[in-house]
Structures are given as structure tokens and as C-alpha cells.
């Protein structure tokens, strides 16, 4: 297995335990103040982790593009989080997950459109039933 794949393994599970375990926190706070507790932990072990392996010696070799890019990143994901800790907050962490989830099709769309990748009838199916399976959760 490539270490990607296993990294990308790793990912959805954290990603699965992650929306479950704000949910609990969320109890007595509103969303905004969970997502600034949960961002402040996420701020301090990424650079705790960038120190550990020695990835601070990369910032000599960012371009002012590679700067907007990521900061454009940061602000795309700051409003999901946003809106998702909003969402969990009021609604069924399992709807919302599956929703939030549905993102993928719009990565798949872009990822072939600005990036370039490889299209496949593969991944038109998967993202077709990414969609479907959202319709069957969503509509009543």
C-alpha cells in the first residue's frame, strides 16, 4: 500500500471520530466558542508537529503564490468550519457529516477542471452516488 493511501486512511478516521467528539463538546457552549477551542488546539499541534520534523525550514521556499493559495485555503476552511460547528450544533451530527461529506464531488469537479487530474467514468459513479445517497438522506 502506498504510505499515501495509509495516510489517507488515518484522515478519514480521524475525520469520522472528529465530528462526534465536538458534538459532545458542544454541549454547554455555542458553536462559535467550540470552534474556537477546538482551532486553538488545532493551531498549537500542527506547529508542534512542523517543529518536530523539522518542516519550518520549508518557509524559505514559499512564494508570495504559495501564500495566497494557502491563505485562500485557510479562509475557505475557516468558513466551512464555521458553518459546520454551527450545523452539528443544531442538527444530527450524521446528517450534517453526510452533507459536509458531499464536498467530494465538488473537489472531484474542480480537481478536473483547474488541476488537470485524470477523468474517469469511475469517478463520475462515485461521485453520482455520493449525490444520491445525499438526496436519500436529505429529502423527506
Given at each position: 500500500?502506498?504510505?499515501?493511501?495509509?495516510?489517507?486512511?488515518?484522515?478519514?478516521?480521524?475525520?469520522?471520530?472528529?465530528?462526534?467528539i465536538?458534538k459532545?463538546?458542544?454541549?454547554?457552549?455555542?458553536?462559535?466558542?467550540?470552534?474556537?477551542?477546538?482551532?486553538t488546539?488545532v493551531?498549537?499541534?500542527?506547529?508542534?508537529?512542523?517543529?518536530?520534523?523539522?518542516d519550518?525550514?520549508?518557509?524559505?521556499?514559499?512564494?508570495?503564490?504559495?501564500?495566497?493559495?494557502?491563505?485562500?485555503?485557510?479562509?475557505?476552511?475557516?468558513?466551512?468550519?464555521?458553518?459546520?460547528?454551527?450545523a452539528?450544533?443544531?442538527g444530527?451530527?450524521?446528517?450534517?457529516?453526510?452533507?459536509?461529506?458531499?464536498?467530494?464531488?465538488?473537489?472531484l469537479?474542480?480537481?478536473?477542471?483547474?488541476?488537470?487530474?485524470?477523468?474517469?467514468?469511475?469517478m463520475?459513479?462515485?461521485?453520482?452516488?455520493?449525490?444520491?445517497?445525499l438526496?436519500?438522506?436529505?429529502?423527506?
Amino acid at each position: 500500500m502506498p504510505l499515501w493511501v495509509f495516510y489517507a486512511i488515518l484522515s478519514m478516521i480521524f475525520a469520522g471520530l472528529t465530528s462526534v467528539i465536538a458534538k459532545f463538546g458542544l454541549k454547554n457552549v455555542s458553536a462559535d466558542t467550540g470552534l474556537i477551542v477546538r482551532t486553538t488546539f488545532v493551531f498549537l499541534l500542527v506547529w508542534l508537529n512542523g517543529i518536530a520534523f523539522r518542516d519550518l525550514r520549508d518557509f524559505s521556499q514559499l512564494t508570495t503564490k504559495d501564500i495566497l493559495f494557502l491563505g485562500l485555503s485557510g479562509l475557505t476552511t475557516t468558513l466551512s468550519w464555521i458553518f459546520y460547528y454551527r450545523a452539528i450544533k443544531m442538527g444530527d451530527v450524521s446528517v450534517v457529516a453526510v452533507i459536509d461529506k458531499a464536498s467530494i464531488v465538488i473537489t472531484l469537479i474542480l480537481s478536473f477542471w483547474l488541476l488537470k487530474e485524470p477523468f474517469t467514468w469511475r469517478m463520475v459513479i462515485a461521485g453520482a452516488l455520493i449525490i444520491a445517497g445525499l438526496l436519500v438522506l436529505t429529502i423527506k
